[in-house]
C-alpha cells in the first residue's frame, strides 16, 4: 500500500496533485490536509507561500492548490482526519528527506490517512493506510505505480 511514481506517462510533472489524487479525491472529503517542508511552483494564487514552515488547510482550502497547476517539488503532503489536533514543534521540523519517507508503511505523520512526499520534481511516493483507497490508486496509475518495498 506503499507506492512510487518516477515516470509521468498519466502525470504531466512531479507532484502534480490534481492528477495523484485525481483517482481517490472523492473519497478524502473528510480530511484536513498538512504540508510542510514546501519547496513548489505555481501559476496560480494558492493557500501557501513560503513564509511558514507548514500549513494545516481545510478541504475547501486544500482543494484550491488541488485544483491549481501547482508543481510541489519537495514537501510532505498528509490527509489527516478533520479537527486532529498535531504538535506544531513537530510539524514544523518534517522533512521529506528524513529516512522514514523510504520505508513501507512508516508514516512521518502517525495520524496520516494517506501521505504524499514530493522529492525533487523527480519522485512521488505515496503511501495508503487503507487497502482500498491504495488499490484503486494502483489500478488508475497502474505500472507507473511501483511497489516502494520493490524499488528499494
Same mark, same amino acid.
Given at each position: 500500500? +506503499?507506492? #512510487? ?6 502525470? /504531466?510533472?512531479? &507532484?502534480?496533485?490534481? @492528477?495523484?489524487? =485525481? ?24 493557500? #501557501? ?16 492548490? !488541488?485544483?491549481?497547476? &501547482? ?18 514543534? %513537530?510539524?514544523?521540523?518534517? *522533512?521529506? /528527506?528524513?529516512? @522514514?519517507?523510504? =520505508?513501507?508503511?512508516? !508514516?512521518?505523520? @502517525? ?9 525533487? *520534481?523527480? $519522485?512521488?511516493? #505515496?503511501?495508503? @493506510?487503507? /487497502? =482500498? ?6 489500478? $488508475? ?9 520493490? %524499488? +528499494?
Amino acid at each position: 500500500m +506503499n507506492w #512510487i511514481i518516477r515516470s509521468t506517462k498519466i502525470v /504531466e510533472f512531479h &507532484t502534480n496533485l490534481h @492528477k495523484v489524487l =485525481k483517482p481517490i479525491w472523492d473519497n478524502l472529503i473528510d480530511y484536513d490536509w498538512v504540508l510542510a517542508d514546501l519547496d513548489f511552483m505555481s501559476d496560480n494564487e494558492i493557500p #501557501i507561500n513560503f513564509e511558514r514552515d507548514y500549513f494545516i488547510l481545510k478541504r475547501e482550502e486544500f482543494d484550491v492548490i !488541488y485544483q491549481s497547476r &501547482t508543481q510541489m517539488i519537495w514537501g510532505v503532503i498528509s490527509a489527516i482526519p478533520k479537527n486532529t489536533q498535531l504538535d506544531p514543534g %513537530f510539524i514544523s521540523n518534517l *522533512s521529506a /528527506e528524513d529516512e @522514514k519517507v523510504w =520505508k513501507v508503511d512508516q !508514516y512521518l505523520i @502517525k495520524e496520516s490517512y494517506v501521505e504524499i512526499i514530493a522529492i525533487d *520534481s523527480s $519522485y512521488t511516493i #505515496i503511501k495508503f @493506510k487503507d /487497502e =482500498k483507497l491504495s488499490d484503486k490508486f494502483k489500478e $488508475y496509475f497502474q505500472d507507473q505505480a511501483i511497489d516502494l518495498q520493490a %524499488f +528499494n
